[in-house]
């Protein structure tokens, strides 16, 4: 871990892009990650891959970024899979930071296979110029409709593009999730992914984002870029 917190300490104090992988890397600690956070003050595009880096994936760690998000941020890209000991309340602090960004227009989260997330973890807010939203929630085991309603709801009428996984979420419904997210994709979409392996409603709530799309299409007379993915035992 001190080699990696050399590194951060030499990183250039006005630096407006940064992208750091350190995907699987069992030396870095929350310290690291909060060494990091104090060199996000003029940041443009973040991307920060912490994979499997289960000395780093803490609440604490994860707080610390929600802190320091700049508002000159305007693209985000953070990988958290594997989180076990991320808590649903500092993913809460990070995504109502980003929401207040007023410069993003790109926010990517991953936080697939991180077994405490409960409803409050999910975004239900915004940046209002938001352009892509890619969320993985997979396998988060205790996400309910109550999120997945929330967020449907405020997805911002700037978005040209989203992704959305939450396969393995076996508590969502297609009347609790997918039919309002259906009844809330922006009429300016351009590309919409959703990923729904192991779903039990997988078949139903692909058939009504595409019966969405396809109204969408046909009331803007363009084509919308859609790609739905699922296991075929659902």
């Known amino acids: ?50 994979l499997y880096c289960s000395k780093a994936l803490t609440s604490n760690a994860v707080k610390s970024l929600a802190r320091a998000i700049p508002r000159t941020l305007r693209e985000v890209h953070l990988d958290f899979r594997f989180g076990e000991e991320i808590s649903s309340e500092s993913l809460t602090w990070l995504f109502a930071a980003l929401q207040n960004a007023p410069s993003l227009r790109v926010l990517e989260a991953n936080c697939s296979r991180c077994p405490q997330l409960t409803d409050n973890a999910f975004p239900d807010g915004f940046a209002k110029d938001l352009q892509v939203l890619k969320l993985s929630f997979g396998w988060c085991p205790l996400i309910t409709d109550h999120a997945g309603c929330a967020m449907a709801r405020a997805l911002p009428k700037s978005l040209k593009e989203i992704m959305l996984n939450v396969s393995g979420c076996t508590k969502l419904s297609v009347e609790g999730t997918f039919l309002p997210l259906s009844r809330n994709l922006p009429d300016g979409l351009q590309r919409f992914e959703l990923w729904l392996h192991d779903l039990p409603c997988a078949k139903r709530a692909e058939q009504t984002i595409e019966k969405a799309i396809d109204d969408i299409e046909e009331r803007k007379g363009k084509a919308i870029e859609c790609v739905i993915q699922r296991s075929d035992r659902f």
């Open 1 to 50: 871990d001190d080699g990696i917190r050399e590194l951060i300490a030499a990183l250039p104090p006005e630096v407006s892009d940064l992208a750091l992988n350190f995907a699987m890397n069992p030396n870095i600690t929350t310290a690291s990650v909060i060494d990091l956070a104090a060199k996000l003050t003029t940041l443009s595009t973040f991307k920060l891959n912490l």
